[in-house]
């Protein structure tokens, strides 16, 4: 599968707001469940996020439900992650990915596509 790639990553201050995007060039991800991942320094990486192909359904990891919301922006291609409230926590690397399913748990062994990530800094 074509490999993945993801945008928007910066250095912000707790509370702020980025969106991150993901697209490929070789698929169409309109057709594919897209998973948001991360993962911290020294720590494994985890499942932030999915939206499904089928249906549209989305899923959110326990630590950003009520902050993070993921769409489709099918007209650019790509699949957002708008992240609002900022946590220093939520500093990490963060990927999209494809090939797996997005019930939970949004497990990264479950995905074959990855793009290479885009760093998120959430500091004061």
């Known amino acids: 599968q074509a490999q993945l790639v993801e945008s928007g990553g910066a250095s912000v201050q707790p509370g702020n707001s980025l969106t991150l995007s993901c697209t490929s060039r070789d698929f169409t991800l309109e057709y594919y469940a897209i998973g948001w991942f991360r993962q911290a320094p020294g720590k494994e990486r985890e499942g932030v996020s999915c939206i499904a192909a089928s249906d549209g359904t989305t899923y959110y990891g326990n630590g950003v439900k009520g902050r993070f919301t993921i769409s489709r922006d099918n007209a650019k291609g790509t699949v957002l992650l708008q992240m609002n409230s900022l946590e220093p926590g939520d500093t990490a690397v963060y990927f999209c990915?494809?090939?797996?399913?997005?019930?939970?748990?949004?497990?990264?062994?479950?995905?074959?596509?990855w793009g290479k990530g885009t760093l998120v800094n959430v500091s004061s």
């Open positions: 990915a494809t090939g797996g399913p997005c019930w939970p748990p949004i497990s990264s062994r479950e995905f074959t596509s």
